[in-house]
């Protein structure tokens, strides 16, 4: 038979897949976005990856708390230095991106 404890037991591992399931979908969000910037500003995103670096509850635009997640990527203009950039997630929707100051190289140093 069945006890109350298998029962949250297995409600807590429920929750906790569902949570990873949905934060690997902002996280793919969150990657697609700094792609897009990357390509944009001319920048070359390395490893291909964001890294998660903080995480908190803040309240969205709709006053519902929201899972708020900071993520580190880096980057390289020249191919000769890393730079690391950061995009800001709240839940779903892409906060900001941001990147430090970084060498703009001449015409014919781009890695493009």
């Known amino acids: 038979m069945i006890s109350f404890s298998d029962i949250v037991l297995l409600l807590v591992v429920s929750l906790l897949g569902a949570y990873y399931w949905q934060a690997q979908g902002v996280r793919e969000i969150a990657l697609r ?3 897009m910037y990357c390509q944009r500003e001319q ?3 390395l490893d291909e990856s964001v890294a998660l670096r ?3 509850l803040k309240r969205g635009r709709d006053g519902r708390p929201h899972f708020w997640r900071g993520y580190q990527f880096e980057f390289t203009v020249t191919g000769g230095e ?3 950039g950061k995009t ?3 839940g779903r929707l892409v906060e900001s991106i941001q990147v430090p100051p970084h060498r703009i190289p001449d015409e014919e140093q781009t890695l493009h």
Request: aromatic share 14%; hydrophobic share 65%; glycine share 0%.
């Open 88 to 90: 800001v997630m709240l």
């Open 54 to 56: 903080a995480l908190w």
């Open 82 to 84: 890393r730079y690391l």
């Open 33 to 35: 976005a700094t792609r």
């Open 43 to 45: 920048l070359q995103l």
